[in-house]
């Protein structure tokens, strides 16, 4: 049966062929994609899907056409912190394929620096252009264990967990907040998951810079915690007897089959181990693993032994401060390191993280009416093309 779709007025429509179509279930060889206006209308086999004589096409060229990339957790990059230049670092990975980005906030600004931020992301997300691109706040701290993550020592919030000092931070966000990274062993800290949730009830926690037990996480479990802060980085385990290993964030993410784990997927697994990598994935399968490039912008001095490695960031004590990653290259990371392949990489890079910040009924999979936020990359993962709301960035 041949499709054909007619342009309802002053809607564009048009149509990417000789494509393959990454699903979430596998791979539409030899493929064709209608979008109309900011949605995708169709797609199907070349045979199926009447292309009009007079309609505007891209050739894809047999390129990969997949989901654009949802990065959950990022602070900035190409010279751009999120925080002070919203505009610009929503552009830098845009152009990479990242058509959802979470703006991620950090423990080592002050009360006022975060306000300052949030009111400074939400007017970008106003504006036409890049700022469409960002979904949301990804809230790293402040409320996590001053013990761990880059920068500890300059960690703003080590002390008692007030109202006064969450409140307005909780509600000026509101309802843009996706996630809430947050070390379930802080004491006095339920009172925060209860206002966070009662201003946000589809906010997701995530357990982050920790060292809590899994009894600890289990007992704000119904808060609504699905997600681990970038596994195997930045998390402890609390000695119960000497000579034995006790478990720690990482292994009750392991044990919660509900839950996801954040990976980032340097070049030369520094952040995790190859490993590491595949130990996670056995263990969580690909529907639990969620890319992230946690990319920082830095000024510190890569260590004298890392020196031949280009993507990492390092804080003023020389210990790992986030990475220079682009979802794209995080994607090619992940196939150097593992047996996983394009589809599987997708699912990580745009499904997952969609899904487990309850976006994925309008992005991170390409279906009829969902957003056409796409992005055409060869079989390495290098950009060739990027669509946001179905207007082309690149």
């Known amino acids: 049966m041949s499709i054909s779709f007619g342009d309802r007025e002053g809607v564009l429509m048009f149509y990417i062929k000789n494509a393959k ?3 979430e279930q596998g791979i ?7 979008v109309e206006g900011d949605r995708i209308a169709a797609f199907g086999r070349a ?3 009447s292309i009009p004589a007079d309609a505007q096409t891209v050739d894809a ?3 990969y056409v997949g989901p654009g990339f949802v990065d959950i957790h990022v602070h900035g990059g190409g010279g751009y912190m999120f925080p002070t230049e919203p505009a610009a670092a929503a552009a830098h990975f845009l152009s990479h394929g990242e058509t959802t980005v979470l703006p991620t906030l950090y423990y080592n600004l002050s009360k006022e620096e975060f306000l300052e931020s949030i009111d400074r992301v939400k007017e970008v997300m106003k504006e036409p252009g890049a ?3 960002i979904g949301g706040f990804y809230m790293e701290g402040p409320y996590m264990n001053p013990k761990y993550g880059a920068s500890a020592d300059k960690n703003k919030w080590r002390g008692e967990i007030r109202r006064e000092d969450y409140q307005e931070m909780v509600e000026k966000a509101g309802k843009l907040t996706k996630v809430w990274a947050i070390a379930p062993e802080r004491e006095g800290l339920e009172p925060f998951l209860q206002y966070a949730r009662r201003v946000n009830p589809a906010v997701v926690f995530s357990v982050g810079h920790s060292e809590a037990t899994p009894e600890q996480i289990r007992a704000f479990r119904h808060y609504g915690i699905r997600l681990l802060t970038h596994c195997m980085d930045a998390t402890g385990r609390v000695v119960k007897t000497g000579g034995t290993r006790s478990c720690g964030p990482d292994e009750a993410c392991m044990m919660d089959s509900d839950m996801y784990a954040e990976l980032i997927c340097d070049s030369h697994g520094i952040h995790v181990e190859p490993d590491l990598i595949r130990l996670i ?3 969580k399968g690909i529907d639990k693993v969620v890319l992230i490039t946690d990319s920082f912008v830095s000024d510190e001095e890569t260590p004298e032994e890392l020196a031949h490695i280009t993507d990492l960031q390092f804080d003023s004590n020389k210990g790992l ?3 220079k990653l682009t979802m794209d290259v995080a994607c090619r990371n992940l196939m150097t390191h593992t047996n996983c392949g394009i589809a599987q990489a997708f699912l990580m890079a745009s499904t997952n993280p ?3 910040i309850g976006m994925d009924g309008d992005i991170g999979t390409i279906a009829v009416g969902k957003k056409a936020n796409l992005v055409l990359v060869d079989d390495t993962f290098r950009v060739d093309t990027v669509f946001l709301g179905g207007k082309r960035w690149q």
């Open 61 to 63: 060229r047999g390129l």
């Open 21 to 23: 179509i990454v699903l």
């Open 131 to 133: 700022g469409q691109a």
């Open 47 to 49: 045979e199926e899907i």
């Open 321 to 323: 401060c986030g990475s």
């Open 281 to 283: 994935l056995q263990n």
């Open 28 to 34: 539409l060889w030899d493929g064709v994609l209608a």
């Open 354 to 356: 969609a899904k487990v």
